[in-house]
């Protein structure tokens, strides 16, 4: 059985924008939420395979990340989204203060950047307390996520959904392969370098 996660975050400082806690009736639909991206935890696939699914939009593909790793612990999250949101970094910050996760490396759209400066500043500063952690922005729609877990498996998972919810069912294919992994995590890495200047 899973560990129930905590939902409800400290109030960040004021120039850290709005409070992100969630109380009664969106606390409990966050819960039934990750209750439901968590059942795709019993049909993840074995070595060579891979698992195709249609998402109900209910609910954010970030939620799936927290359950596999909160399971599973990884040594890297590496993620392609075109948009996310406050609430998904924090769940995923999450994992990093509980050590079920070592690094996260974030790629976004240079879109969602220039229309969402106060959260993309956010993001930075937030990871920084993390080393080896990063987001970076760039010309990039790619939807792919790497996790390399600390037992040395890995999973690549690619389709429609970014990090958060928009109402839409998403196409998602998870996938058992550690080349695919190592083909998105170098994608990634390549283009945080290149957007970055490192």
Known sequence: MLPRPTFSV?????????DTT?????????MLQFKEASALLECLPGPGQSVHCIMTGRW????????????????????????????NVLELVKLLEGKKLDRLILLASAFYEKHN???????????????????????????IIAIEFKDGGTLAL??????????????LAVINDPELARFYSAYIDTAIAKATGR
Do not use: C, M
């Open 158 to 171: 690619d389709g429609s959904p970014n990090l958060r919810a928009n109402g839409n069912a998403e196409q």
């Open 60 to 87: 954010d593909f970030a939620l799936l990340l927290v359950a596999i790793i909160d399971q599973r612990p990884a040594v890297s999250l590496h993620v392609g989204t075109l948009a996310y949101n406050r609430r």
């Open 117 to 143: 400066k106060d959260v993309a500043q956010w993001t930075r500063e937030t990871l920084k307390a993390f080393p080896g952690s990063s987001v970076a922005f760039a010309r990039s729609h790619a939807k």
């Open 22 to 30: 969630l109380r009664g009736k969106a606390l409990i639909r966050r």
């Open 10 to 18: 400290a109030r960040p400082a004021p120039q850290d924008a709005a």
